[in-house]
């Protein structure tokens, strides 16, 4: 069962009326009660506020001429208190009040004017900084509210005139499906005066895809490791190829020379005396010639050339100093080189282009027995540079 109201009150009293100069309204006053028996009346009221005390009928109505002449304002809150009482029962009576503001027409609505125009041009990472001023007139701005056309976080937000809007743009801010590397975000401010006016002021940020130098260096000290690593690969196989390529050529000409001493063997032994050793018919000084032809073969069986092996410790070589060649290349210069990305791909194309030029090649891993250093002074050795670079008719 409700419970039937029997507090006198006004069910319909505005709290603000807006009006320009020369306008007017009526406006109805009603009661929770039967409104006969009752008398309206107005506390300071201005001269353009008038009352019907029976009826309760509201006139607002404001000429041009009490601005002209100073006893009015524009902009200004008037407040007026409005009561009631009943005529039989003085104890029964209420009161409100409410405002009135008269508006200049050719005064503008308050607008608000950001310290940025046009559009704003950023990258990921950067931090997007800005003032939203106003340009109150006689109508203040009480209120702002913003709105974005993409949902951002760890913004600070702007309610006032002239507070400051700050965003650090994220480094996932760009998707992986937008079909550009970049994307655009649209920042709509709502203003709202003292007249109940709006007033927008729309900022668009267009955002490229930046740099995270802190993960990008990783991946980069990361990359040039690698290829680090690989070089020194090269460089142990390169020493591990080169000291069995030199027992070959020490090999071979052991028996060249044993080749050669026996076919000189006859014009150094003479033949008589050769003959009176032996005391036989056998002259050996005959024999040498062809033990030497002998050699030849023997030779090229046991000790053959090794061509591939020699074309391979050229080859890695040559890519051992195309790797340090491609660092030296892509060295950073500080912690936020712009290049970083550009490097890191061409370190790894090189290195992808070194793996598939000696996919073949039999590369030696670290070992105990092979040391580093020994790999490194070789490679740097004078003599190994003359016997390996490029021969010129």
Avoid at 237 to 262: C, G, H, I, P, Q
Wanted: glycine letters at 4%.
């Amino acid at each position: 069962m409700a419970i039937a109201d029997t507090t006198l009150c006004i069910i319909n009293v505005s709290p603000c009326f807006y009006l320009y100069p020369d306008s007017a309204i009526a406006y109805q006053l009603r009661l929770n009660r039967n409104p006969s028996g009752y008398t309206w009346y107005l506390k300071n009221n201005p001269p353009a506020v008038q009352l019907d005390s029976k009826t309760g009928m509201l006139y607002i109505k404001a000429s041009a001429t009490l601005f002209r002449q100073q006893k009015m304002f524009f902009g200004h809150r008037y407040v007026v208190s409005l009561g009631v009482q009943n005529n039989r029962d003085p104890t029964e009576w209420t009161d409100t009040s409410f405002a009135v503001i008269f508006q200049d027409p050719a005064i503008a609505r308050g607008q608000i004017i950001p310290s940025v125009a046009g559009d704003i041009f950023a990258e990921e990472g950067d931090t997007i900084r800005f003032t939203l001023g106003c340009d109150n007139g006689n109508a203040l701005v009480q209120s702002i509210k913003l709105s974005t056309s993409v949902a951002i976080g760890n913004y600070t937000s702007i309610q006032r005139c002239d507070d400051v809007f700050m965003w650090a743009i994220p480094f996932d801010f760009i998707r992986d499906r937008d079909s550009l590397d970049l994307r655009e975000l649209r920042l709509t401010f709502v203003s709202i005066d003292d007249l109940q006016k709006k007033d927008t002021a729309e900022i668009n940020i267009v955002i490229r895809q930046g740099i995270n130098y802190v993960e990008k260096n990783q991946e980069y000290r990361k990359t040039a490791e690698e290829v680090k690593k690989y070089v020194q690969s090269l460089k142990l196989t390169f020493y591990v190829l080169n000291k069995s390529l030199r027992f070959n050529k020490f090999s071979r000409a052991l028996f060249d020379v044993s080749a050669a001493l026996t076919a000189l063997a006859p014009a150094v032994i003479p033949e008589q005396q050769d003959e009176a050793k032996t005391g036989s018919g056998w002259n050996v000084s005959k024999l040498l010639p062809g033990i030497g032809l002998t050699l030849i073969p023997i030779k090229e069986s046991l000790v053959p050339v090794k061509v591939q092996e020699r074309a391979n410790a050229n080859q890695v070589r040559a890519v051992a100093k195309k790797l340090e060649f491609a660092l030296l290349q892509n060295n950073l210069i500080g912690h936020r080189d712009p290049a970083v990305l550009n490097m890191i791909c061409n370190l790894h194309e090189e290195l992808r282009q070194a793996r598939m030029q000696l996919i073949e090649v039999p590369l030696m891993e670290f070992d105990e027995d092979l040391s580093i250093e020994d790999a490194e002074s070789y490679f740097k050795n004078y003599r190994t540079h003359k016997r390996h670079r490029l021969k010129m008719d």
